[in-house]
């Protein structure tokens, strides 16, 4: 958050400048305040006053860099990544596993391809979990119909699921079909 900016000259078109930052002074609980100078040679031009708010990265931001830029960039399978605990041909998700991954609104959205409420987006997060598990697919790969999921992966073939509302989550389990 940009909380002061002052200029005190034009910024030229070209030539070089200096970006200085300082830690500030006084930071709340939860944030980082930094001043920022961008000086040029007839001294300081501008100032920017930044505060930084710590957010938390979820279970999938605990991952080592290079499984997180496969999954969340590269879209590519990992195994073990996911919000989803995998036990006995069950797939569990909480919600709260949802909320910690979805600080930014949109996040979860865009790498696995869902949308909807909460409760919504965390039972098509465990469907696609589910099934990218059992195939070594990406998440994103599933597609989900009435009780019925889909990869393109797999052209022509329907995989059963059923989905049960737990209390803080959902349990998904491959069906019959």
Avoid: C, W
């Avoid at 990265?57 to 830029?69: M, Q």
């Avoid at 879209?75 to 596993?97: D, Y």
């Avoid at 119909?145 to 797999?154: I, L």
Wanted: hydrophobic share 45%; charged share 20%; net charge positive.
């Amino acid at each position: 958050e940009i909380t002061a900016l002052r200029f005190f000259g034009a910024l030229p078109k070209a030539g070089r400048l200096r970006v200085e930052a300082r830690l500030a002074p006084t930071s709340a609980a939860g944030t980082l305040a930094v001043d920022v100078q961008i000086v040029g040679d007839a001294g300081v031009l501008a100032t920017v006053a930044l505060t930084e708010r710590l957010l938390p990265k979820g279970p999938l931001g605990d991952r080592p860099a290079a499984e997180r830029r496969a999954f969340l960039a590269e879209r590519r399978f990992v195994p073990g990544f996911g919000l989803a605990t995998h036990e006995a041909g069950a797939t569990r998700l909480s919600l709260v596993a949802v909320q910690r991954s979805n600080f930014l609104p949109g996040t979860l959205e865009r790498v696995y391809g869902a949308a909807g409420p909460l409760p919504k987006l965390a039972a098509a997060i465990a469907v696609k979990e589910h099934f990218a598990a059992e195939f070594g697919l990406h998440p994103s790969a599933i597609e989900i119909g009435d009780g019925v999921a889909t990869t393109p992966a797999m052209p022509g073939r329907r995989f059963p699921f059923t989905l049960a509302h737990e209390p803080g989550g959902v349990r998904v389990t491959s069906a019959e079909g």
